[in-house]
């Protein structure tokens, strides 16, 4: 008798005991990944579809060394997945901080002025429906280049939630706050730092965070339409004419996870920015 | 009108007819759809500078309305609210409120709030004496360990503390409180009011305050300014209270005029303008 066992300390610092006693936090999910994967493989397996297996990321010689060496750089369009990712991501990354400029900008406008809004929210809710595809004909033609014209479909696609959520956000700031500012005779300065920008910021990153989604779907789109640049986009349709199909299955993967990378780090940033709200 | 122009205690600068705060025939009337709604209707009072009063009446008579006309919230349909002989047009830091939902900044400390509006009110202080007078507010109502906390994390009692040292930080002529203590536990609430006289005693500011609570009325106010109901509301009677400053509710409640006085007022609500629970 050294020691009597405390189950919830030994549970924290034992790893086995705490899989143990957290099974359902991970064992169904691993079923459920398991069990798709299981059933696509047979379905591959069988040749009831012409989509390789996930097993194919290994099997097929060409993919197996794509997955190990994402950094690989032969210049031109011949570069490892995470050279692809980076050239899709400086895109997003471009046309996302615009976006978040502008509509961050314009939704504080549009926000404050009932007459704004009500002249420009038809229009914003009308566009906000156009789907990244569809802009990209429309791009091409304004711009004429390939680069310039996917930074344009990324910004175009990401500022309506960013606008829309922010001009709500600057609505719906209390009517008890502005009193207060109207009671201390706040300059404009003060109220849009002090008052303005905190009470608005939940919304303003709930913009954001359906904004970053929204980009990284557009700039996969948009890739795929323009042809002969860098980029994850290009290079799943890139495959595809080559009828190399088990890159493709290995370029989702990529995609999905920085897709889910990127939400993530949103919400991270959200958690921080705007505590206790 | 004489009668209600009568200082109720000796220490008063203002000569009646001369009052610091006037409602001059004020009345508000709203637009509706199925015509014009009189929420008020020829108000006439003076209020003396340094006077602590009260406002009773049932909901709907039109008291948030009254004040807010001296708060600068609302303007009158008709008549004018007097204050040092300009009428009252707009809000201002020399009539700050305490809100009845606190209205206090919620990404902020308890000393960021009172600071912010030191500094909305007077920029120019320098910053060591702004600091000084936050941390001197906040002692006042007992906040100082506190100070730190956001508010969110503040109970109601403590919030409601922040608010009044935030109103009392700026130094106003008015004093304007929507119902502050209506939230609170009856234990809070007495400790409140305790706190809120003493600061009142060494501030001098003139306190407006809405209430429905008599006992408090009556520990607080120099005058209790009792509303006939709704539509077309009126001032029904004013009530002066002359119990001896400082005031100590056990002393106050002893004195059988007290009773006399409560039970005025209790005739006043719930015998001759009884609230109509159809409304």
New interface residues.
């Given amino acids: 008798m050294v020691s009597v066992p405390q189950p919830s300390a030994g549970s924290s610092k034992n790893p086995i005991r705490w899989l143990m006693l957290n099974r359902s936090t991970w064992l169904y999910p691993l079923l459920g990944i398991g069990g798709f994967l299981l059933v696509w493989q047979i379905s591959a397996s069988l040749n009831l579809t012409r989509l390789p297996g996930p097993l194919s990321l290994w099997t097929n010689e060409r993919t197996r060394e794509l997955l190990l060496y994402p950094f690989y750089d032969r210049g031109g369009l011949d570069k490892g997945l995470f050279w692809q990712t980076m050239a899709s991501l400086g895109r997003v990354a471009q046309g996302y901080l615009l976006a978040a400029l502008v509509g961050i900008s314009a939704g504080i406008t549009v926000g404050l002025s009932p007459a704004l809004n009500r002249a420009f929210d038809p229009l914003f809710q009308f566009l906000r429906m156009v789907a990244p595809l569809a802009w990209v004909p429309i791009a091409l033609v304004i711009f004429q280049k390939n680069q310039p014209a996917a930074i344009f479909v990324i910004f175009i696609t990401a500022i309506w939630p960013i606008l829309i959520n922010t001009a709500e956000g600057v609505r719906q700031i ?1 009517q ?2 502005r ?2 500012a ?6 404009k300065g ?1 109220f849009f730092t ?2 303005l920008i ?2 608005a910021l939940p919304y303003i990153f709930t913009g954001l965070r359906i904004s970053i989604g929204l980009a990284w779907l557009a700039i996969i789109a948009a890739e795929i339409v323009m042809s002969g640049i860098v980029g994850i986009g290009f290079f799943i349709w890139d495959s595809y004419q080559q009828n190399y199909l088990s890159d493709i299955i290995l370029a989702v993967l990529w995609i999905g996870a920085v897709g889910l990378l990127l939400d993530r780090a949103m919400a991270w940033l959200q958690s921080r920015l705007t505590p ?2 | 009108m004489a009668t209600m122009l009568q200082p109720p205690a000796a220490d008063l600068l203002t000569p009646p007819g001369d009052a610091f705060l006037r409602f001059e025939n004020v009345s508000k009337v709203y637009p509706t759809p199925t015509g014009p709604y009189t929420v008020l209707d020829g108000i006439d009072m003076a209020v003396n500078q340094g006077e602590f009063m009260c406002v009773i009446g049932h909901s709907g008579c039109g008291k948030s309305t009254l004040l807010n006309m001296v ?3 609302s303007t009158p349909s008709s008549g004018q609210v007097v204050l040092h002989g300009n009428a009252i047009t ?4 020399d ?3 305490v ?1 009845q ?3 206090l ?4 400390s308890a000393y960021d709030n009172v600071y ?2 030191i500094d ?2 007077k920029p120019d202080l320098p910053a060591v004496e702004k600091k000084e007078i936050t941390r001197e507010h906040l002692a006042m109502v007992g906040l100082t360990e506190a100070a730190d906390k ?1 508010i ?1 994390q503040l109970s109601g009692g403590m919030k409601q503390r922040v608010a009044i040292a935030r109103a009392l930080a ?1 130094r106003p002529e008015v004093l304007i409180l929507d119902e502050p203590f209506g939230a609170l536990d009856a234990i809070t609430k007495e400790e409140l009011q305790e706190e809120l006289l003493t600061i009142w005693n060494t501030q001098k500011c003139t306190v407006l305050m809405i209430t429905h609570d008599i006992d408090e009325a009556l520990f607080l106010a120099d005058r209790l300014v009792m509303m006939t109901n709704g539509p077309a509301a009126k001032i029904g009677e004013i009530m002066e209270i002359n119990f001896p400053r400082p005031r100590n509710r056990e002393e106050i409640m002893e004195d059988p005029i007290y009773y006399d006085m409560r039970n005025q007022a209790l005739d006043f609500l719930y015998s001759r303008f009884a609230h109509d629970d159809t409304e």
Avoid: E, H, T
């Avoid at chain 1, 109207?182 to 300059?187: E, I």
């Fill in positions: 209390p008890d706050y009193n207060v109207l009671v201390l005779q706040m300059s003060r002090k008052v905190p009470s206790g709200q | 708060s600068g919230f707009k809000p201002g830091p009539r700050m409120v809100f939902g606190y209205a900044l919620p990404w902020f912010l509006a909305s009110v956001k969110n700026i």
